[in-house]
């Protein structure tokens, strides 16, 4: 069992930044990809940013792509999600997720084996 914990979001204005942090504990050895996802009120999850645990491998959606930048600390067995120049469009609650035997990175929330609580961010205009 992975245990992930998400913090850092909050309310920010159109253009600010924040960075989320995802901090796992547990069996963090079944931990071969981590993700970060989205969903707002009325839509479906919808993937982030995901990054491989043992490589520099990493992927964006196009949405985000130039704005946010995953990283990883494994000596901390935590992920961020550095957030910038955020727009309205980005509000909702983030939730980081992890991946077991696979260093692939995959973009279906549903090839995901634990999830965090979510954390929520609301962007202003």
């Known amino acids: 069992q992975v245990h992930l914990v998400e913090s850092g979001g909050g309310l920010v204005q159109a253009g600010g930044s924040l960075r989320l942090s995802c901090a796992a504990s547990g069996r963090t050895s079944n931990i071969y990809t981590m993700g970060w996802f989205r969903q707002a009120p009325g839509k479906e999850r919808e993937f982030v940013a995901a990054?491989?645990?043992?490589?520099?491998?990493?992927a964006y959606a196009d949405s985000v792509k130039g704005r946010f930048t995953i990283s990883r600390d494994n000596a901390k067995n935590t992920v961020y999600l550095q957030m910038n120049s955020l727009k309205p469009e980005d509000t909702a609650v983030y939730y980081c997720?992890?991946?077991?035997?696979?260093?692939?990175?995959?973009?279906?929330?549903?090839?995901?084996?634990?999830w965090g609580q979510g954390t929520q961010v609301t962007v202003s205009s």
């Open positions: 997720a992890s991946r077991r035997g696979s260093w692939t990175i995959v973009l279906d929330p549903t090839m995901y084996d634990y």
């Open positions: 990054i491989s645990w043992s490589n520099t491998n990493t």
